[in-house]
């Protein structure tokens, strides 16, 4: 007993003195001193009185995974391991189906299946709800749980139980694990009439350079007119989003915003560059256009570049920083949100398109399976038999002017 005692001072303390010493004195309340007495009260409990023996550490664990559950989708606790798959996520290869996934309204939802992927060629869509994993409900898992249980050996199977659309559509579908390289510009060519074409699948570390690349060699072969498709791309990094927009824009020009509670969160993305192209600009979106996809959208708009053709977008407008803790683990926390040059929020309300080009369910299933045979005969997609792009070219062949 007496152990136990010293061992649970000891935790107490230290969780005290950790979190107290992280906040500013005049943030901290009578509440907080409270409220951590009735936590170290709480874990004591557990240890003296549970029928098992617990480790310490799973309990603290435990504590922090349902603090951070209680706070936005975004926000979550990662345990050593869950922080190491991280990182190597971020790296860019992993061993998965290829989902960018987030938890809205109680469920696991789809934000986007990645070009070239399992899930992309097992034609799962934006807003699927995945209902179970490898039978397991979803309901039980939180959202790195979830993700978690996607991955696994090279070469084995995920079986998953998706609900989709309004009519809430059972499908069942495995996939097997590959192992994911994400691209960032995936397809890249001129048109017709001078129109150059870009899909940007994911904003990475090359993308700016790359884009910059194809607007070159676009210019040589006399361009017009450009579409940048930005439908089902997830995100990706806020910098290289920005660095895209500064090739289209002129220097000096506010691109996004990000706001939180403390000052260091408050930033503001200027242009620090010159267009390097004036020509009349479309940017095609859909429902799994979000975060760093979301600011492009939003700012050609606010800016008047160009027109936003499509549907309306995710609507993942917040900013994540990964705090590393010294155990090896660490906190993922929403600390800001973006907003466009004219101030909207980005969060939950989403982009919508100047102009709207809606596909039905059967349109999107019917393109992607054409896409997928296209892709497996190594031939290049029907972009002129869908209808988004047909629009876009159609605005531009017009002559529609934007502002530089």
């Known amino acids: 007993m007496k152990k136990e005692k010293w061992i649970f001072g000891l935790l107490g303390t230290l969780i005290i003195s950790f979190s107290l010493t992280a906040l500013p004195e005049h943030q901290i309340s009578k509440d907080v001193y409270d409220s951590l007495d009735l936590f170290t009260r709480g874990l004591a409990l557990i240890q003296r009185d549970y029928v098992d023996e617990v480790e310490p550490k799973k309990l603290i664990y435990g504590a922090l995974k349902g603090m951070l559950n209680t706070l936005d989708p975004h926000s979550q606790f990662l345990d050593p391991e869950a922080y190491a798959e991280m990182k190597v996520e971020t790296g860019g290869k992993f061993a998965g189906v290829g989902l960018e996934l987030t938890f809205k309204k109680g469920f ?16 799962i869509l934006p807003n699927d709800r995945i209902m179970a994993i490898d039978g397991e409900p979803v309901k039980k898992l939180n959202l790195d749980e979830a993700v978690k249980k996607l991955r696994g050996k090279l070469g084995s199977t995920v079986k998953l139980i998706l609900l989709r659309g309004r009519e809430k559509k059972t499908i069942e579908c495995e996939m097997e694990r590959a192992m994911v390289e994400i691209q960032s ?33 676009f210019q040589k072969e006399g361009l017009k007119g450009l579409i940048i498709d930005l439908r089902n791309n997830p995100g990706g990094l806020l910098q290289s989003a920005v660095e895209v927009m500064e090739r289209l824009v002129k220097k000096g020009n506010l691109i996004v915003s990000t706001r939180g509670r403390q000052p260091t969160q408050n930033l503001i993305f200027k242009s620090r560059l010159d267009s390097i192209t004036d020509v009349p600009c479309m940017v095609l979106v859909n429902g799994g256009s979000a975060s760093a996809s979301e600011i492009v959208a939003g700012a050609i708009q606010d800016l008047k570049r160009g027109r936003v053709v499509g549907e309306k977008t995710f609507g993942k407008g917040s900013v994540q920083t990964v705090i590393p803790l010294s155990d090896g683990s660490a906190v993922k926390l929403t600390t800001a949100r973006y907003y466009t040059p004219l101030g909207r929020q980005i969060q939950d309300k989403g982009i919508i398109p100047d102009v709207v080009v809606e596909l039905s369910q059967e349109d999107v299933i019917a393109l992607k399976n054409e896409q997928k045979k296209e892709s497996e005969k190594n031939a290049p997609r029907p972009l002129l038999r869908d209808s988004q792009i047909q629009i876009a070219i159609d605005l531009l062949k017009n002559g529609s002017k934007f502002k530089v």
């Open 185 to 217: 510009i995936t397809r890249s060519e001129m048109l017709e009439e001078g129109i150059g074409y870009i899909r940007i699948s994911e904003f990475q570390e090359r993308s700016p350079k790359d884009f910059e690349t194809e607007i070159q060699q």
């Open 108 to 123: 696991l939802v789809v934000i986007a299946a990645l070009d070239g992927t399992p899930a992309f060629r097992a034609g």
